[in-house]
Each structure stands twice: as C-alpha cells, then as structure tokens.
C-alpha cells in the first residue's frame, strides 16, 4: 500500500465498492488512481515516472516472482530493492552514483550491464536521468508489499500497458502510418516490398471493402487513369458502395457471435432468434452510413433506453440492442435460475470481449487468474444486465425459453392499431348477434367433383359442405357420406342451421353430429335453440359423435328453430357432418323436414324454410343493409390491420418474476454457484480501467455503462476498434489477439502507431470509414504481398509489414465469388434469412444456424456462432476440396459459367481472355491458351467449356488474394 | 503437455497450416509434434486402447429396469419413494415403480442383467458394468452436451475431437471422428463439434448410412475426366505458385484436392458394409427386420475402426418402428417402448462385441455404451419413468478395463448413486486415461485461458482398469 495521507481512504474504497457510489452521490469522490496523483507529488513523480520503467525495463527479470528474481534481485518492492540482490543494496537513497543499480543502467565497465541486451539493451539517456533525479531525491517508493488485483500483482496491473491513456504521439500532426512501421524496419535492416501492381492493388482493395472482385470495366478504368490520387478515389468509391456495408458488417457480426437461428429443429419458433435479422441489417447500414463507432456501441449497449420515452421512439435503436438478445446459453435447460446467469454471463462475455478486448468472463467463478480482475468486479458488471432483460418471463420448466419480441411500430401508430382491433371486435359481436346466410356457391369445390360448397365471398370458413353424389367423398383429410351435409364453423364466428317454422304446431327435432376429420383440431360445442330457449346443447371432443332428440316442442308459425355449432379453442379440421331433421308430431299426416333432403333437391336458401348462416344470433338477417355495412367497414379496418414488426432485444428492468425483476445490483455468485451468494456489489466497471464508477439513479445504469464504454478517456475502446480494422486490412492485428489485451494475450507489434491509429480514431469523431481512408492510403497497404529478399530470414512472420499478407477468400467471399463469376449473384440487400444456400444471394444473408457445425460456412471456416470470433480459423483440409469438386452448387456455377463463354464472342483465345480477366482480372497466359487448345474441342459447346471453367474456379488464384 | 500454447510456439505457422492440409482432421497435434521434434508422435503414458466406440442410446435408457436390479422397488411397489425428492426435479413423479422385467445372474461373474438383454448379457464377463454414474443436468440437451463435451450450457468440443486433437488418426484419407445417427439426437451437431479447436476435428456426421459423407461425387463428370481436371488444376497451381515461392498455404491447398480425390476412391469403401460376409452380417442382425438398422450401424463401427478411425461415435435414434432424438425417452408406455428398443440393440450390441474379440480388436477398442442419464425409480403419468441424472448406469468393454466387473451402487431404490461414484468428468478422465492422455494435461489456451475435456474436474477411476 502506499504512504500517502489517503492511503486508509483508499484501502477502504477498494474493500467496499458500496461504499464508493455512496461517495459518487455526495459528490466526494475521489478516483482510486487520482489519489496518487493529488496526495503527493513524490508519489506523483514515482508513479508517472519511475515504475513505468522499472515495470517494463526491469521486472521481466527481477521480481519477488519466483524463478524470476534473477541475480536475488527483486525491484518490484521497496523492501526488494533495499536489501538487493546477492550484490548488496541497488539503491541508495540520495546517492545515485553509489547505487548499484545506475552503474548497471548506465553501463558501468566493472559490473553488470542492465538491461541486457536481450532484454532490450542500455535504457535511452532520458529514462537513466530519470532514475538518477529519483534517487537523489530521495527514492521514494510506496510500494512496501506486493498487492495483487485479481490475477495481477498491483504495480503491473497499473503499469499494464492497455490500461494507460492512450498516448498521443509528439509527432502527431506529421506523423504517418508508414513512418513509424518505417522506423521498425529500419531498424530491422528489412527490405520493404515494392508496391504492388494495379491489378493487384485494385482486386486486394476492391475484395478488402467489398468482399467481391473488380468488374472488368472497373479493372480498365483503374488501369488507365494515371492521375497521382486514382487509388485514393478507388477507395472512395468502394466506401460509397453498399457492398462495403456487407463486407465489414459481416466482421461485426463475428464478433456478435450472430446467428440467424439457435438450432435448425426449431427454426424460426417461438423460442429461436428468426427477428435477428433486423440486427444483421442495421449493421450493415450502420457501416454503410459510416455511423460514429462510439454511437454504434452505445447504440447496442443502450438503445433501447436512448430511442425510447419522452416522444422519441428510434426503430433502429431498438433493434442495434438485438445484439444481447443472440447470444449462446443453453436455451432448454430445466433449471431457470442457471439460464439466468447463463445469459448474463454471455453478456458480459460480449460487452468485455468485443468492445473492451478484456476477458473479464474469466472472473466469473475466481478472480481471473491472470489479469487484474476480481469476481467482484465481475458481478458490478453483470448487475447491468440482471437489471436488463432479453426474455419477458421464464417459461415453465421443461420447456425452452422465447425471448421478448419488441414491438416495433411506433406507438401513436400501435395506438391506432389497437383501436381498430377493438372496433372489429365490436363489429364481430354485432355480426355474431345476427344471422347472416351463406350465399356464394360453389360446385366441384375444393377440387372434388360433386361437393357443393356454401360460404361467404373470400373466406373458407365457416362453410356448408355437401356431397351430391351417391358415393362416399373424400376430401382432403375427411370424407363425407352421401348425400351428407357437413358444417364447419369460422375462425371466430359459428355456423347455424336455421329452420323456420311453417305453420302452428307440436315438434320434434332429431340431430345426429359427427366430428369427420379426427387427424386435427379439438371438436366443437353444439347448442339447439328454440328462438332464445335452449333446448339442448354439448360438445363433441376431436373424431366423436352426439346424437340428440328433442320431442314435444310447441312452436308458432316463422318461428326459428337452430342448430348451432361453435369453434373450441381451434376451429381447425372440425368438419361436422350433420343430419338435422325435424317433424311434425300433433299432425294427422306425417310431416318431416330435413336440411339434407333439402339441399338433395337443390333448394336456396330458405326456399323450402332452410338457411344455413354465419353466427348464432336470434334474428335472421337475410338482406340487411346493417349487416353489409358493418361487414364492408370489417373489411376495411381489417385490411389495414399490419403484422407489426418485431425484434428481439433489450428492455431495462430484470426478467419479470424472478428476484431480479426490477432493477437491482447482483450478488456475488461464489464459484460461479448462483445457491451459495454473497455479498451485493453495486453495478460498477472494473477498477483497473475506470477512473470513476457510475451514479446510477434510475433504471438498469446500462447508459452509463454505454457512455463510460465509449468514453474518450477509455483505455481499451478505440485502440480495440483500430486494431480490428488494422486486422482486416493486413491479415494481422497490431496486438495479434484482438480479443484480449489482457497478460495472456499478445503485445501490440507497434505500441505507438495504435495509439496513433487511436487518437485518429476518436478525433475523426470514431469513423470507421476515415481509418479505412488512412490505412489504405499508405505505403504499407499497397506494398506487394511478395516479400523481399531478406524478410523471410529476417522476420519471418512479418510482424513489421515489410510486405502484404496474402489471403485466402473467407467463406462468404468464396460463394459470393463463385455466384459473380457466373453472372447469377442476386444483389437484393437485407431482410429475413435465406435458408436455401442455391438460392444466390450474397452469403451474408443465407441463414446462419448456431448449431449448424458441418454445413458450407463451417466446412470454409466461417465464423463460429457459438463464440466471439476475433480471427477466423485458415484451415486447408480435403471436404473444402471436396465441395468445390463435387458439390451442385459448386457445379452449377461452372456450368452457368461455361454458358456465358459460348455467348462470347470469338475463337478461342478471345474467349480465354474473357475468362481470365472476368476470373483474375488479367490477360491469359501462354500455358492458359495451349491448355485451351488441349481441353477445349468445340467452341460453342457447354460441355466442352464446362470441365475448364470448373477447374479454374477451383484455382488458387480465384481463391487467394494477393 | 500436450497444448496449442507449447506446440505453437515450436511449430512455425506455415507449417502447420500445411500439416493441416492433410484432410478430414486425420493430422492431429501428434503429427505437429512429430514434424516440429522429428520423434515419434507420444501420448502421456502407454495407451491401453486405440480407439473409441460409443455406444449412445439416446433418451435415457432406464438403469433399474436394465442393469440395475432393485428388489426394493417390487417390495415397495407403488409406495411413495421414503425419502425427500432432490431440488432438482423436471415434473412430480409419482409413487415407486417395480420394473417390469426380471434380472437374471449371468457369466463367471455372475452380473445380474435385465432379461431385455439376453446377448449382451453373453459377454457379462467382458463388461465393467458402472452403476454408480452421476451427471448434472435433467434435460436431454444439458445432459447430451455435458455427456459429450463435459459442459452443460456452453460451446466445448467433444470429446471425440479432444481425443483427436491429442492422437490424430491412423488412417489419413478418413475422417478420424465419425458419429453415425441417422436422425439428430437432442442438441445435434454441438454434441460433437470441434468448438474452439481447429475444425478439422470437428465430428464427420454420417446420417445417411446409403450416402456417408456429402460431396464425395458428382454425376457431371466421371472419374477419368475428373482426373484429367486435377491435372490441369495442378499446372495451374503450379504456375501461379512460381511467382509465389515463399507461401506453402497454396501448396498445402493443391495436395488438399489430391487428397480428396484420393478420399473419394476410399472413403466409400470403408463405409461399404455391402461386402462383410453372410455369417458377419448376420451376427450383427443385418437383414433382420427389427436389427438391420442399429447392426449396420454396428458394423459400419467396426469397419471404420479397423481402419484407424480414432473415434466412432454410434447414436441409436431410429428402429424398424420409429425414428426418434431421444428413442430412451420413457416417460410413459415404458413397457412396450423399452422392449423394442432392446430388441433392436440386443444383437447388433453383442454381434459387435463378440466380432470385435474374434478379429482381436476388443483389446484395442473402448466400447462404451450409455445415454445421458438414466430413469427415475418413481413412475411418470403411471407407465414411464422421468429423466434421472443422480445415479445412473453405463458400462464399458474391451480397450483396457476390467470384463465382468461391477463398478459403483445406487441405493436401494436406484435413486441416488452413493458406493463409489463415477461423475462424467471422472468417465471422461478414465476415457482419455485409458487412450493413454493425462486429462489434465490435454489442454487448449483460448479466450484467455487453458480449457480441458474434464475443466477442473475429474479423477481417473483406477478401480476398472484393468
């Protein structure tokens, strides 16, 4: 710990992060760092000064670490270096020049010379005054013990170099890209490559910003424009184009572990993401817009809060949160309490993986075993997003999960829908109070010669069947008997025979009902009424039958007598053939009316007393004018009822019903055991890279989670980002794991130029599209992937850049390559997943199933949707080989080809040239044309063309990129 | 140690990436490892056995009424169980439930198995019967994946492709990781997914047991004019290689369509069981009505296995009835289910058992069978039983572990597991021990850290091995 006079405030600041924002709300609040920096100005001088260099000079060698204390010195602790190493004391206080450690800086000819050069050789002049001054005054040095935060011994951690501010170089203003990769390989003794040629150049940028190869025309144009800027203007072109948007959202979309569907058996369900799409899109278009990449991050963390209330309603905020709603946790698992920690988990694995570069998940159950995070701070994070929901409610157990769907119509518009929903449901109850007759005819209906169909005009159901001839009928999934009448209620409405009596007199009716088509729905509800009296009324369950007699019913003369039957929960499938016959028992002569004989003899509608109707009301409406307006009105609002667009996503306050709902801080979770809590730490960022914590005062605190990510003062955003564009433009980042700034991952090759890149960055006001204006302008971009002479021997991984990095087209390249070739690549942009990968549309949108492991974009290692991916695997193996050889898509891409060659023009070179530079954007070779003459027997046969197009499909040279 | 950390900083990039061009994932880290020190290719410690058939019946095959008998259970039928119910429950079972089956003591040993078994039950003495499995997870999904990669909930290759990425396999123009399902079991392609390792031990899913492997030929062309297209293919590589002399990738890519081509000629006939004998055919129950299915896929085991396939993987998810993701999946109608369910297994099981001993290989050849739980004691809606992940059985034959012994005990309802328990992480353990890998030394740094089969878990469970 330090000697400061703020020491114990520290200490407690650091033992209670409470105790913090308590702090934040009265406005006392002193940074953790800062301290250092007002308490005095020795510890000022030490901590700005003097442990930089003794963390990144000499710590490599000489700390209390065990096997790294070499010579028994350690430095990483004042004690360490007051008792020295098996030399004695390294320092004296007050006397540099009888210190043992300035005779070893400084290169002194009797004892040792540190660092070694191996370890980076004499320290510059500047840094050796410095640790002179430092102990003439006195040495003073607050490191009395080691500290360790998280897996990191406190001094490294603050000293870690992806947490300092981002160092905007002295040269800022004239320095450039190529000169500080210049400096290095100058160093280095390294021979740059020349630059590349034009075709080169234009195929590398045109497939870089794009995803696709240069047009034939694009080729001429480039190569005949000698003007000095005419790269610069290439670039500018691509930039504009909407393919560039495709191409680099499809980079995002790695590392959003995207997918278009969780597991193919369930596609496009309740419970799968079918709406991530919307995400994919706004993607795109946030790249093809250029949209401020602080926005964009906010956007996704936050645009839920930032779109909505106060009037505002922001569509594509909304669905930027889609982001959260994608990700990987067991979907399915009986018990809901580890699904939530699950999902929570994978959000903090996003939130610290893709925009941060920091692996905080790792401190999830322990603290992190390498970096200086705690499963405290782990769980101030995640309180941001138990507070946040991605699903409504917990389904019960046993069944899997259905994230929220988020309306997305604005809410004036929602309004109005639901006005008009309520009016035709008005509409509905007038219209079921009324009898309204079926008057549209059909014969032969439904492809069935001989069944004779009543309904009403434009909808199936609800609707009479009947079966004129003397066979059985079959129809569809049912049969119908002959001379059978068969009734089927509507979706919400009933269906009602209705007999009107002709005369005076005692009754008897007699009903036989049978549910004909058992494969589906649940049956239906009967009831018989005399007027309003119900005389008798049940259900008949899916596949079943009910018979039912009604004697002794006195009824005058036009009253109505009905059979009604009604939908259950479905009205699917309940076909109810039905015998309805009623007959006169006080008369002398029998008399008997029955709804089949009726329809037997062709009768209309009521001309012997006999209406078949829609509804179950009392009054027989039969040519009301009510009725036709209030129908014409349902017909209107329902067609201007939308299917309202929905997205998956964030909404602030934790999933309902559970102890998370609302908003409220997270416990720790010790081993990661969400039964056996801890203590509440309040949300918060981590320590090691925040000056300040949040003041949350209402809501999840996901703003300000949002704005303290995309803060200029964030170490780690924008040097992340920049080394993500850095990567996809040479192959390589400049911190070779994109992913993890962290001790475990790599250095950054060139420190400088990222934060050079960096500041650039945030003072273009975070265009994505300006670092591509800076990278691609320099030398560096367009030097040949042909490496000179010595650079093998010399840096054989080319982590200087002397030369290009050669690549292979990614998967989504490769197929969208393969469809341009052919002319058929389908250019429409966005919208719902393509399932059908023959369909040929560009990559991007054919549907990506997480847990698809064996289809195209897996076998071409395309990205992994179970992970974030920083770097797509390279994998060379024999089933890539295989598709292209043999796979229909593949063929029928060399075929389509082969038909445009015999369209062209001319003899056999002629059309070889238009192969070659359609293909590899060049003129053919010698070699290429004699293999021509050999495999190519008829010019103007597809076959003949087929077997050579294929292969040079097949090529390395379609396939890589130089 | 066998880690990407250690070897990747021995074995230059390049050239792996060429080794890669190997193909389906047949050159594993042993062949880097080989190339990068010239030595021979070195698990741990001497492997007892070389290669891994698992047996998977998916659903959940029900231990009491197949390999663990309970007296109790008749004893108390219809008896609430006497004890509180764990936590973790998916519905409310009912009261106790007697199996409907009779156990039956069988070989030297004298282990009682289920008559429901009656040619396994042959090869009792090969078998090291575990009745004391533990897993963690109730659902078909959970549990599948924590069976097959060690993890319940997240992304983590299997461990097929662990054994792969340790071993490589023996046979180049194969794929050294194959699962034979003909309809996906619960969960799918996760279950024997590469996740962050290469994927080029990524499982090779054979559904199609008519049409193994996607891609092997096309109609267009045949195979002589296919040649002559890999002729000109080469002279082209070649050329636009000349001016590239300093990049192996694009060599590693030209051999990569020799190879295929080589597959396409090979592949077919290892999976080609058209060609076994009358008499093999017929000890795997080929050509039986009720046995044809799950004995093809027996026999198409043991062929890819004698020709150096690492790992096969045999998911049973179809009969001569129905085809199914989870076939064990008893919650009701156990009675008339569980029988057919063995009855197409019974014979292919013990037909693969007895013709792997008699070709010698039962020595080399982990046999493991299984599912990813087992099935409560108490009954389900009166005629089935719900999922049951807290004391279960599996056993395992040949490939170095003890035949005719019995591992581990349940209580006396089969309940929970309580003598000896062996958790998946410990099977795991025991597995790669077995194929002589330290499980804790078989790792891959990613994300950050090093990740292994067995996490932070598992012991090997010394008491089987033989």
Not at chain 1, 743 to 756: M, S
Not at chain 2, 79 to 88: A, M, N, R, T, V
Request: glycine share 8%.
């Amino acid at each position: 710990m330090t000697s400061s006079p703020l020491a114990p405030l520290r200490s407690i600041l650091r033992q209670s992060a409470a105790k913090l924002v308590l702090l934040t709300c009265i406005g006392v609040y002193v940074g953790v760092w800062n301290v250092c920096v007002f308490a005095d100005e020795k510890d000022d001088f030490f901590e700005s000064k003097i442990r930089p260099i003794l963390v990144q000079r000499c710590e490599g060698c000489h700390t209390s670490d065990k096997g790294k204390m070499h010579g028994g010195l350690a430095l990483d602790t004042k004690p360490g270096w007051t008792k020295g190493g098996d030399s004695g004391p390294a320092i004296l206080p007050g006397k540099p020049m009888e210190s043992l450690i300035i005779a070893a800086i400084e290169y002194g000819e009797d004892g040792p010379q540190m660092p070694p050069s191996e370890a980076g050789g004499k320290l510059p002049n500047a840094e050796i005054q410095l640790l002179k001054e430092w102990i003439d005054r006195g040495a003073h040095d607050p490191r009395l013990a080691k500290q360790k935060v998280g897996g990191m011994d406190e001094a490294e951690a603050k000293a870690w170099w992806a947490f300092q501010p981002i160092q905007k170089p002295a040269d800022y203003k004239t320095a450039t890209i190529d000169s500080f990769l210049d400096s290095k390989l100058t160093t280095a003794n390294l021979s740059k490559a020349p630059e590349a040629d034009k075709r080169t150049l234009l195929r590398r940028a045109t497939y870089d910003l794009t995803g696709l190869p240069p047009t034939s025309a694009e080729m001429s144009e480039f190569l005949a424009d000698t003007s000095a800027d005419a790269f610069s203007r290439i670039v500018e072109r691509l930039l504009a184009s909407p393919r560039y948007g495709e191409r680099w959202g499809r980079h995002w979309l790695d590392l959003a572990r995207y997918a278009d569907s969780w597991d193919a058996r369930s596609y496009g369900g309740a419970g799968d993401i079918a709406e991530a799409w919307r995400y994919r899109d706004w993607v795109v278009n946030a790249f093809n817009r250029d949209q401020p990449y602080d926005q964009f991050v906010r956007d996704q963390i936050a645009g839920d809060i930032l779109g909505t209330g106060d009037g505002r309603f922001n569509v594509d905020q909304i669905i930027a949160t889609g982001a959260y709603a994608i990700g990987e946790w067991g979907n399915g698992d009986a018990d809901k309490k580890k699904i939530h920690t699950d999902i929570v988990d994978d959000q903090v694995d996003f939130t610290s993986r893709t925009f941060l570069g920091i692996t905080l998940a790792c401190a999830r159950c322990h603290d992190h075993k390498y970096d200086p995070f705690t499963t405290r701070e782990y769980h101030a994070l995640a309180g941001f997003f138990y507070s946040s929901r991605i699903l409504e409610n917990f389904t019960p157990p046993g069944a899997g999960e259905e994230p929220m769907r988020i309306d997305l119509t604005e809410p004036h518009v929602r309004e109005q829908q639901t006005q008009k929903q309520k009016r035709i449901a008005e509409i509905d109850t007038s219209l079921t109070a009324m009898l309204r007759p079926l008057q549209t005819v059909e014969r032969n209906a439904l492809g069935t010669n001989g069944l004779m169909r009543r309904i009403k005009q434009g909808a199936d159901t609800p609707s009479l069947m009947f079966n004129e001839t003397d066979a059985e009928l079959k129809v569809l999934t049912f049969s119908i008997p002959p001379s059978g009448v068969a009734l089927h209620p509507g979706p919400t409405s009933s269906i009602t025979a209705a007999w009107v009596s002709p005369a005076k007199g005692v009754y008897q009716a007699n009903i036989k009902l049978v549910d004909t088509d058992p494969n589906c729905g649940d049956g239906v509800l009967w009831e018989l009424r005399h007027e309003t009296t119900l005389l008798g009324s049940g259900s008949i369950a899916n596949g079943g039958t009910a018979e039912y007699l009604k004697a002794d019913i006195s009824i005058a003369q036009g009253d109505l007598l009905r059979l009604i039957i009604k939908p259950q929960a479905s009205h699917a499938c309940d076909t109810t053939v039905t015998t309805f016959v009623i007959a006169r028992s006080d008369a002398s002569e029998p008399l008997h009316w029955s709804l089949g004989e009726s329809l037997k003899a062709g009768r209309q509608s009521g001309e012997d007393g006999w209406w078949v109707c829609e509804g179950d009301g009392q009054q027989l409406i039969q040519n009301d004018a009510t009725a036709r307006t209030l129908e014409a009105e349902r017909a209107k609002l329902a067609a201007e009822i939308i299917v309202a667009p929905k997205a998956v996503g964030l909404a602030d306050g934790g999933i309902k019903n559970t102890t998370y709902a609302g908003y409220h801080n997270a416990r720790i979770h010790k081993r990661g055991q969400y039964d056996q809590l801890s203590d509440e730490v309040p949300r918060g960022f981590p320590v090691m890279i925040s000056k300040d914590q949040p003041n949350i005062v209402e809501g999840s605190g996901r703003l300000e989670l949002a704005k303290w990510v995309t803060s200029p003062e964030n170490p780690l955003t924008a040097r992340v980002m920049v080394n993500r564009i850095w990567q996809h433009h040479f192959g390589q980042a400049l911190v070779r794991t994109p992913n993890n700034f962290g001790k475990l991952g790599e250095r950054p090759t060139h420190p400088e130029l990222l934060d050079y890149l960096a500041t650039k960055f945030i003072d273009s006001g975070w265009s994505i599209k300006q670092m591509h204006r800076l990278v691609m302008n320099s030398d560096a971009y367009q030097r040949s992937s042909v490496p000179a002479s010595n650079a093998g021997a010399i840096d054989s991984e080319n982590t200087l850049l002397s030369h290009q990095q050669r690549r292979r087209l990614s998967a989504e390249e490769l197929r969208d390559s393969l469809l341009f070739a052919a002319g058929s690549l389908d250019p429409t942009r966005g919208g719902p997943a393509v399932r059908d990968l023959m369909v040929p549309r560009r990559t991007l949108y054919i549907a990506n199933v997480r847990s698809d492991r064996s289809g195209y974009l897996a076998v071409f290692d395309g990205a992994n949707a179970q992970t974030i991916v920083d770097k797509r695997n390279d994998t060379v193996v024999a089933p890539q080989a295989l598709w292209l050889l043999n796979n229909a898509f593949a063929l029928t891409q060399a075929n389509t080809l082969a038909t445009l060659v015999v369209k062209q023009d001319g003899d056999a070179n002629q059309r070889l040239a238009w192969l070659t530079d359609r293909l590899f954007q060049r003129p053919p070779t010698q070699s290429e044309q004699s293999l021509v003459s050999a495999a190519v027997d008829n010019l103007n046969r597809v076959e003949s063309w087929e077997p050579l197009c294929h292969v040079l499909l097949c090529t390395n040279e379609f396939v890589y990129v130089d | 140690m066998l880690t990407n950390q250690s070897f990747a900083g021995k074995v230059n990039r390049r050239a792996a990436l060429a080794s890669f061009a190997g193909g389906f994932g047949m050159l594993g880290l042993a062949a880097m490892c080989a190339e990068s020190s010239g030595g021979e290719p070195a698990p741990h410690f001497p492997a007892k056995a070389k290669n891994v058939i698992f047996l998977f019946m998916s659903g959940g095959p029900s231990h009491v009424d197949l390999f663990d008998p309970k007296p109790s259970l008749t004893r108390l039928n219809g008896q609430p169980l006497p004890f509180e119910k764990p936590k973790l429950e998916r519905t409310k079972t009912g009261n106790l439930f007697a199996s409907p089956y009779q156990f039956s003591k069988h070989g030297q040993c004298g282990m009682e198995i289920s008559e429901l078994f009656p040619n396994v039950a042959k090869h009792a003495d090969d078998i090291c019967l575990i009745r004391s499995m533990v897993a963690d997870n109730i659902n078909h999904n959970g549990a599948c994946l924590q069976m097959n990669t060690g993890e319940q909930a997240f992304s983590r290759p299997s461990m097929g492709s662990w054994l792969l990425y340790g071993l490589g396999s023996e046979n180049k123009n194969l794929p050294g990781y194959v699962v034979i399902s003909p309809s996906q079991p619960a969960q799918g392609a996760p279950l024997w997914s590469s996740s962050f390792l290469p994927g080029e031990y990524q499982g090779t899913l054979v559904n199609d047991l008519k049409n193994p492997i996607a891609n092997l030929g096309n109609t267009r062309f045949t195979a002589t004019a296919q040649r002559q297209q890999l002729d000109w293919l080469r002279d082209l590589n070649q050329s636009h290689a000349a001016q590239r002399a300093d990049d192996s990738r694009l060599n590693a890519r030209l051999e990569s369509f020799e190879l295929a081509f080589r597959m396409q000629r090979e592949a077919p006939e290892a999976f080609d069981i058209s060609n076994e004998t009358e008499a093999t055919r017929k000890l795997y129950g080929v050509d039986e009505p009720v046995t044809d299915h799950f004995g093809k896929q027996c026999l198409m085991a043991r062929r890819l296995v004698e020709k150096g396939v690492r790992m096969v993987q045999v998911y049973h998810t179809q009969t001569s009835k129905r085809s199914s993701c989870q076939l064990w999946d008893q919650h009701s109608n156990l009675a008339t289910e569980l029988p057919n369910n063995c009855q197409s297994t019974d014979q292919p099981i013990a037909g693969l058992l007895a013709d792997l001993k008699q070709r010698g290989l039962l020595d080399e050849t982990l046999v493991i069978w299984g599912g990813e739980f087992g099935r409560t004691p108490t009954a389900e809606s009166g005629t089935g039983r719900e999922h049951h992940p807290f004391g279960f059985s599996m056993w395992m034959a040949g490939g170095g572990v003890k035949g005719g012994m019995v591992h581990g005990a349940t209580d006396e309802f089969g309940w929970h597991s309580v003598e000896n328990k062996v958790h998946v992480h410990d099977l795991h353990a025991t597995i790669l021990h077995l194929m002589g890998i330290h499980h804790e030394k078989l790792t891959y740094n990613y994300a950050g850290r090093d990740y292994r089969l067995t996490d932070v878990h598992g012991n090997v469970v010394k008491e089987i091995l033989a």
